[in-house]
């Protein structure tokens, strides 16, 4: 069987995408559920680029990931500059990773017309820098950036480039196919060429262009590439890279090329929706595979056929890519769902009909009103704990205002602004009120800091627990500043995290909502006795 | 030259995507824009099937199309029916075309397991319709329904239901990938085994499961089909029918097929946004050669090199589709981005050097702060303005408050809450102040909703103006309620629209911002004249 390896570059090249700003937190994240979904290698950044990269590398060093290897990028050195002194490399060495990848051209015209030195000099940069890495100890993957255009333009050229980063000690030789205009037959033709020449390992770097990037990865594997590179979602600049979400099971369900164990790619949707999560982008819900609209279907014949027969309509079992069947009209799922993730999270549901069905009619409900559980199993949680008749909430939140002031003093000058917020709230414990108020920075953390006042006297324990993540999503986006608001919030206690979800048109009351679940829940977990 | 026909079904396979459902008008409205881009035939929906459909082909007997060919579309009579006495096929015999397409299967299992008929009495069922619709002077295509996946489990039956479709006076075989499974390899091999057997023309029908309907398409062609089907924009059932938006260019512009003449080619863009409009569907930002960012460049590297080659990071000129060529600002850019987006935009940049440097200076200083121009153009453009030392903004903010209350009155029960935001604004225009208060559904919206009557005394056109869209993106995620927050505005005065961004620690502070920017730019433009 074929041996392919993966390659993510959603932190580096996918991060070039409009629209997307990853955080370094976001980046650790992302590459903590890229080694779950078991990618072979993830590229976390170019440190010679940005400084937020080496602060990502360096505190990636405490990931602990289990299935894949962390590579640096960066590109080869300037023209006329000894490798040695060349910043981007020197940065490149020091990022503590043992794998780089770096990019060199590989098209006479790119070196000619946007490099701007000679054909010989882009020879020597690409010969300088690798062995330079080499040296270092570094395993050197080398992007050949521009290649299929290269290559058709001057295929001598193109594979001198080549030629020389082997020579130079590359491990890997990544065919890039940058400006993403090219066609599966370009593709395999100049593969093939390579191959006669030489017989290092090849990778393929693909983009959506004409939107083959997935037909020509999965070309490029079937011509004899051993690494694919590709994003999360296809997320990249312009029309995206190849997309990994479709390459790793075309692969492995197609094309019967193994790279990820079956429950891995059981993981594939998750990791999907994780990642347009963390990248706030609306999940596309016709994306193969991992799209929720992938295995639905309004109605009709269809549905009718489906009944008879489960493949007639789909070309793959949804539950291997952790997906699932979905009938438009019916709505058929919720409850299977519901009991599964309940299940799944060791609880006992109240399972006794009545209780049962008050509790589906109540997240029916508040899906409804935006609230959705997908990345709220704290929130979940709780619904299902109040859905007992015995359940005693550790605090109750009776009432909240919250003040956001901007006033310019006289003389009016821009600098002299001030913006103030400040917070009230009154919550029960027991039989308890206790009402206080705080400021804080912006009108949530004004919430949060009053809430925390109000329980620490109760709960002194609670001051561990901190927010690490807090999202808003807009809903109905056509209405404005009137939408709905979906407030998700991630909170540690330094040894575990969970996420809860607020919702509202009003953005102060949904997050209140998620920041109560937050507190509630760890309350909750802290009487158990299991945090 | 390889003669390629157009097939569109939009109208019939496309309006199965989840969230599409066009009216009669708006089906017509597509016929329209259809027919000027060019293609060959357009499918306008399944006259057997509902009555909507039946009302299009009567109203679009006045639409005078000048390049296309209206086609509707049905199935294969009932098992066990006559012909003659089936309702569907005197439905499309009776609608006033004078080509048809109907779908029938070819595969065995299908027939079996979902058909519950006998393989002898599918093959009757295809030839017996096929020579009703002969009868009443009909061209008919044959859509051969689950072909592939029929074809690889017993290719002697699927080439069979060609071959009877062929003898019952069937122009065209169109192979159907129905389920969107297949490999390019499959369709190549399937197509080649249908070629050695029968001479009569084929088309290819591909959906997007594996996400290879535009590969697969162009394979079958490559291969010999002489009609490709598919949608715009790729819409369809799941993940959607093979994208013509990307098959046409890659076809003309990759492939040397000349489907479309330049000036039809050039109208692409303006076609896919706008069946999106019709369709009432955000446009897909990265849809290839269509899309807003499919020629757009955030990377600092890559604008510097479009300005020493343009075709240095895109592989065709984009205004062959009718597309342009788009710098992001961004934090990734360098002044070349700048100065190339304020030319963009047609804006005098200040070019003294002093001016220009502060200008990029503040950029820098904003952005450090988490405001973003790459999608807030707008902005972007009041910030050239105010570089300039006579700049006289319309309006000026004085100062607001916001308050968001909570409260339970008594008896507390969870559904006596109420929930009040108020926000009181002051507003310099000339020397004349104006101090006022609104309420609104959330903290945002009250503002938005002060700020309006404030300025409506002075600005009454500025009633036209409303918000399309409010994103708020939370940056530095670590810190959790304190974070960063970065909030885009879209606004439309129902002819432009522009966006608008602003960012601070303080959310509503963020959205005041980014409102007070939107409402500012469009009295900027009125007061210009070119709004």
Chains 1, 2 share one sequence.
Not at 44 to 54: A, E
């Amino acid at each position: 069987m074929t041996e392919v390896q993966l390659y993510d570059t959603t932190l580096r090249d996918g991060a070039q995408k409009e629209g997307i700003s990853f955080s370094v937190v976001d980046k650790l994240n992302v590459a903590r559920k890229l080694d779950e979904v078991g990618v072979h290698f993830i590229e976390g950044g170019w440190p010679g680029s940005n400084p937020k990269d080496i602060e990502f590398f360096s505190r990636a060093k405490n990931l602990s990931l289990r299935n894949s290897v962390l590579v640096a990028f960066g590109s080869t050195r300037q023209p006329k500059v000894r490798a040695e002194a060349d910043t981007n490399l020197k940065a490149l060495a020091d990022v503590g990773v043992k794998v780089v990848t770096i990019v060199g051209k590989s098209s006479e015209l790119q070196v000619i017309k946007v490099l701007e030195t000679s054909l010989e000099e882009n020879l020597n940069m690409i010969s300088d820098s690798i062995r330079y890495l080499r040296a270092q100890g570094l395993t050197v993957f080398f992007d050949a950036e521009h290649f299929f255009d290269g290559f058709r333009a001057n295929p001598d050229y193109a594979l001198r480039c080549l030629e020389v980063a082997a020579e130079a000690g590359a491990s890997l030789l990544v065919l890039c196919d940058t400006n993403g205009g090219s066609l599966p037959t370009n593709i395999v033709a100049a593969i093939k060429a390579v191959k006669d020449k030489s017989a290092v390992p090849l990778g393929i770097h693909a983009h959506n262009d004409g939107e083959l990037a997935v037909a020509n990865t999965l070309a490029a594997v079937a011509a004899g590439v051993s690494q694919v590179q590709g994003t999360i979602n296809g997320y990249g600049e312009r029309c995206g890279n190849a997309n990994l979400c479709s390459i790793i099971p075309d692969l492995k369900l197609k094309m019967g090329i193994d790279c990820v164990t079956d429950d891995k790619l059981a993981r594939l949707t998750e990791v999907s929706h994780y990642v347009s999560e963390v990248a706030n982008l609306v999940p596309d819900v016709s994306s193969p595979y991992v799209g929720s609209s992938a295995f639905s279907h309004k109605g009709g014949l269809h549905v009718s056929a489906l009944t008879k027969w489960s493949e007639s309509y789909q070309h793959i079992d949804p539950s291997r890519v952790g997906n699932q069947l979905r009938v438009v009209v019916s709505e058929l799922s919720g409850r299977g769902n519901i009991i599964y993730k309940a299940r799944e999270r060791g609880l006992d549901l109240p399972l006794r009909g009545e209780e049962l069905k008050k509790l589906l009619g109540q997240i029916k409900l508040l899906e409804s009103r935006g609230f959705q559980y997908e990345n709220a199993e704290a929130s979940f949680e709780l619904l299902v704990h109040r859905a007992r008749p015995d359940y005693q909430p550790p605090f109750e939140l009776v009432d909240f205002m919250v003040v956001v002031e901007k006033r310019r003093r006289p003389p009016i000058k821009e600098n002299l602004e001030e913006m103030l917020s400040e917070a009230t709230v009154k919550v029960r414990v027991g039989t308890e009120i206790m009402h206080t108020a705080a400021e804080g920075n912006g009108p949530v953390n004004a919430l949060d800091h009053a809430l925390r006042k109000a329980l620490l006297r109760f709960y002194p324990n609670l001051a561990n627990v901190r927010l690490v993540d807090y999202k808003v999503r807009i809903l109905e986006e056509s209405i404005g500043t009137e939408s709905q608001v979906r407030v998700l919030i991630e909170s540690s206690d330094g040894i575990h995290e969970w996420r809860t979800v607020g919702s509202s048109t009003n953005i102060i009351e949904a997050s209140w909502l998620a920041l109560a679940d937050s507190l509630e829940y760890w309350l909750l977990k802290q009487k158990a006795g299991t945090p």
